[in-house]
Nanobody, 125 residues
Framework: QLQLVESGGGLVQPGGSLRLSCAASGFTFSYYAIYWFRQAPGKDREGVSCISSSGGRTNYADSVKGRFTISRDNAKNTAYLQMNSLKPEDTAVYYC??????????????????WGQGTQVTVSS
């Protein structure tokens, strides 16, 4: 059974850092792109970043470019999102997602085959 399990969320002060992890099982992790999305209360789910199956290509939303870094370890079936210089507007539930293909497509929900359950990130003083 396919599973994507996020961890690493929590409360952090503005300017701080967090690293999210996404542990995958039930499919051949190294064959698929992995995405991170987020959803703030009352807002649509927003694509944050994508990494291709090999890790050779990455995409970022303009709102996080230069602050967030996506990575993956195919030997550990795990993807990561390193978040630095966090802002209150980064507060959201963050979701890991399996793409439909090896390459990154648009940062949109239509690119997604399966979702994790999400982890809360709160940026507040």
């Amino acid at each position: 059974q396919l599973q994507l399990v996020e961890s690493g969320g929590g409360l952090v002060q503005p300017g701080g850092s967090l690293r999210l992890s996404c542990a995958a099982s039930g499919f051949t992790f190294s064959y698929y792109a992995i995405y991170w999305f987020r959803q703030a209360p009352g807002k649509d789910r927003e694509g944050v970043s994508c990494i291709s199956s090999s890790g050779g290509r990455t995409n970022y939303a303009d709102s996080v470019k230069g602050r967030f870094t996506i990575s993956r370890d195919n030997a550990k079936n795990t993807a990561y999102l390193q978040m630095n210089s966090l802002k209150p507007e980064d507060t959201a539930v963050y979701y890991c997602a399996k793409g439909r293909y090896a390459s990154c497509l648009a940062l949109a929900v239509g690119s997604i085959a399966s979702w994790g359950q999400g982890t809360q990130v709160t940026v507040s003083s």
